[in-house]
């Protein structure tokens, strides 16, 4: 691939067994050195830290671990950066919402250790058994109808709120998904944003752009909230949150007035890597490519 685009820089994502591992700080130093001599081997240009989340939720994490994961960063940053040459890259994906970026991070320590943090602008409303009703997966901006917390739930407000606590905007990236969610209704008859659900829908109430367009063709009612600038669908009790090529195009439109440092798209694998909806393979990636350079 870097054969193809010499300026291509590739990360190795790291996603679990950072609980244990910040336990021992003599481990984190060992970690880092170990992290140092498998990237250069394998010819990797950084790593990003997938940790989902330092010291959340509160009830069932150490809250120790929000300044243990200062101390990893700051050994890796160490590593990576101070005593490579030339240096890696060093970057983490965050939270987005308050109660986690509040709970995780000291974000004016972070700020000094990492090329960037990438914020996941995603998973903002799913079916739980505490919160049993539809909600977007990732609106851009809040609806007149939200209020207190819920009017945080949303890439705008989260965005500015990163900003806000310290983040420098070049170190700002912004997730975007190309997945969506879904739902099962309580009734047909109640099928609005908000409305009551009793579980997660079709595909384990998790669905790719392709399905979404699928479900849409076969004879679903299509909807934009022209608010949160997203699409919903609805057929009988099935309810699903998702991307199209409007709401994809809004969202990297937006950050790129924003200023901050760039987009990253959670994932490859569910945009229409096949071209079934409208005959263009990974048509998302696509709109945000156009729209970003």
């Not at 960063?73 to 983490?92: D, E, G, I, R, Y």
């Not at 409303?125 to 990732?138: Q, S, V």
Request: proline letters at 5%; glycine letters at 6%; one cysteine or more.
């Amino acid at each position: 691939m870097k054969k193809q685009n010499p300026s291509l820089q590739v990360l190795l994502s790291i996603t679990s067994g950072f609980s244990s591992l910040v336990e021992d700080p003599r481990g984190v130093a060992i970690f880092a050195y170990n992290a140092h001599k498998f990237l250069i081997t394998h010819g990797f240009d950084g790593l990003d830290l997938d940790w989902e989340f330092p010291a959340w939720p509160p009830w069932k994490k150490n809250p120790k671990e929000k300044e243990r994961f200062n101390y990893l960063v700051l050994q890796l940053n160490n590593a990576l950066k101070l005593a490579s040459h030339p240096p890696l890259m060093l970057t983490v994906a965050v939270g987005g919402s308050q109660d986690i970026i509040d709970s995780s991070y000291e974000i004016d320590q972070l700020a000094k250790y990492v090329d960037f943090v990438s914020v996941m602008g995603y998973n903002y409303h799913k079916f739980e058994p505490y919160m049993p009703f539809t909600g977007h997966n990732a609106p851009l901006t809040k609806s007149r109808y939200e209020e207190g917390y819920f009017s945080t739930l949303n890439i705008h407000w989260v965005t500015q709120y990163w900003m806000k606590r310290g983040m420098p905007k070049d170190k700002l990236i912004i997730g975007i998904p190309t997945f969506g969610r879904s739902w099962k209704l309580l009734t047909s008859e109640w099928h609005n944003v908000g409305a009551p659900a009793v579980d997660e829908g079709m595909f384990s109430g998790k669905l790719t752009y392709t399905e979404a367009c699928i479900f849409v063709k076969e004879g679903a009612t299509y909807y934009f909230d022209d608010e949160s600038k997203v699409p919903y669908a609805v057929r009988e009790r099935d309810w699903i949150s998702y991307e199209n090529a409007v709401s994809i195009k809004d969202k990297a439109q937006w950050i790129l007035d924003a200023g901050v440092a760039g987009v990253m798209i959670w994932n490859l694998n569910s945009d229409d890597w096949a071209g079934l909806c409208a005959g263009k393979a990974f048509e998302l990636h696509n709109i945000i490519k156009d729209i970003i350079h």
